[in-house]
Each structure stands twice: as C-alpha cells, then as structure tokens.
C-alpha cells in the first residue's frame, strides 16, 4: 500500500519576527492550526531567497504537511518542485498558490490623501526594500496619489528596509537636505524610527511634520505622539491563511482561493492638525 507520510506539522517563514508585525500574524496562525492539531514551525529568512530555499528544504525533509510563506522571493520553479501544500501570506506572488494579502496599493493611496487632508504638500514616503512586492505595491500607492493630487513634482523617495534603525538614520539623512511637511512611512517600525529622526531635528510631530505608518501594531499607541496608521487586519490574515492550508492539506474543496483584505486608516496624533 501507498504510504503517505504526514507529522501534523506545518513550516512557517517569516521575514523577520523581530519585526512587530509577524508575532501577531504568527500567534493567529498557530492558534489556529492547533485547533486542527498541527504544530507550527517557524523559520526566519532575513528576507534572503537562498535561506528561504534551505529553510523550504529542511521543513521538507521533517515531512511537514504543509507551509506558509510571507517572503516569497523564489522562482515559481523552486517552489512547484516541492510538491507540498503552500499558502502564501502578506506577500503576493504572481503565481496561483492561494493567497492571503491585504490592500496596499489602497492602502497607500489613503495614507498619502490623509496627508494631504490635513495640510500636507510636500510628502515623504519611505519605502520598504524594493524587492519585496508590497513595499512596491505601497510605492506606487503613493506615487499614484501623488500624481491625482498634482504633488509628484515634490515627492521624496526614502529608502528604507523596513526596519526602525535604518530608517531613522535615513530620515536624519534625507532632511539635511530637503524640507518636508508630510512623512508616509512603508510600515509601522519604520514610522517609529521617522518619528525619533523628526523630533531629535528639533522639529514638533504633526505641526512641522505629520507622520503616518502602515500595519497597525501596537507599539503605534505607545509613542509620544501616539502614531496615526494604516491598520491591516493582521489577526484574520494569518486565520484565513492557516484555514487554507488546513484545507489543502486534507484535500478539501476551496471555495475562495485568492483574498484581498481591506485596510483602514487610523488617525491618532501624529496626524492631528486641529490642535
Ligand atoms: O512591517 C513589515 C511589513 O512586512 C508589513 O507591513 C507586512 O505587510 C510585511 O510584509
């Protein structure tokens, strides 16, 4: 007889759970594949293809039944030769695993046209590393709002990698030389870090400069100001995506196979200009 061997667990890789961003989506994940009896995995891959690949064959010769990827950064090829259940997380691919992502490209747009709504001309963005597919998808959410509100000729890209440190020691860097009224930063973190730069400049969050982020997590309410942001539902992504994989695995009809979750715009006091 055929023997197919299963161990109940699971492969998780996540960019990088320092980021505040991945141990909600995680604990949502888990929680949910314990319901179903599986154990959960994690791998880091520091946004790296080559230890995502190691990781992806590793998590393979432990037999897991399945995996969610949140990095993405391999060749279609690479993954199909697995043959294994996959889903894949935050990060869409163009390929035809099913997926669960949340509105960037919107997101973005929001983010940026609440910049302008409360007085801002001249908006910053700082960007996720270019490689990864939704810090493009925020970009050109931002640059396409830019170019409707007639702003684009005083765009500031910032590069930024998603992480808090680099990205205070760009913002420093970049407003040596430019003036801005307006940051949209890529993610959450990055928004801390923006935040630290602007005051340690002298300069008052929002009067001077009004600072948005993208995520929603919790450290957003902690800061002086409190961090208006772009709230993705973090918790229900990684649910949907670990209900998915559930159902790939034990074969089971998907009804849906491909999610876009809506994003919402909350404003705190980074953003608030009334005074
Ligand atoms: O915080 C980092 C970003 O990486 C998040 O916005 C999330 O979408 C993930 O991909």
């Known amino acids: 007889t ?15 759970i320092s980021n505040p961003f991945f141990p909600e989506l995680v604990r949502a994940i888990e929680d949910v594949m314990n319901i179903y009896d599986y154990t959960v995995i994690l791998c880091n891959s520091d946004e790296k293809s080559e230890k995502e690949k190691q990781y992806m064959d590793v998590l393979k010769q432990k037999y897991v039944d399945g995996m969610i990827l949140t990095t993405n950064q391999l060749a279609i090829e690479e993954v199909m030769e697995l043959d294994i259940p996959i889903v894949v997380l935050d990060r869409p691919s163009d390929h035809s695993f099913p997926s669960v992502i949340a509105d960037n490209y919107h997101g973005a747009r929001l983010a940026t046209r609440h910049l302008y709504g409360i007085g801002c001309r001249k908006i ?7 490689h990864v597919v939704n810090a493009m998808q925020r970009f050109y ?6 170019k409707s509100l007639g702003l684009w000729e005083e765009a500031l890209i910032i590069q930024g990698n998603y992480q808090l440190r680099q990205a205070k020691e760009a913002v420093l860097q970049a407003l040596q030389t430019n003036q801005v009224d307006g940051i949209f930063a890529g993610n959450d973190a990055m928004a801390v870090g923006a935040l630290k730069a602007v005051q340690q400049l002298g300069l008052r969050v929002p009067e001077d400069v009004a600072i948005i982020g993208y995520d929603g997590i919790p450290l957003t309410e902690m800061t002086t100001p409190e961090l208006s942001t772009i709230s993705q539902p973090i918790y ?10 559930v159902k790939k695995i034990e074969g089971q009809f998907i009804e849906q196979l491909h999610y876009v979750l809506p994003v919402t715009l909350i404003e705190r006091e980074s953003t608030n200009r009334r005074g």
């Open 236 to 245: 229900e992504m990684g649910a949907i995506a670990a209900r998915l994989l």
């Open 2 to 16: 055929l023997f197919k061997k299963t161990s109940k667990t699971i492969g998780l890789i996540v960019p990088d």
């Open 141 to 146: 959410g931002y640059r396409d709002e830019m």
């Open 124 to 130: 910053a963005h700082i960007q996720g590393p270019a």
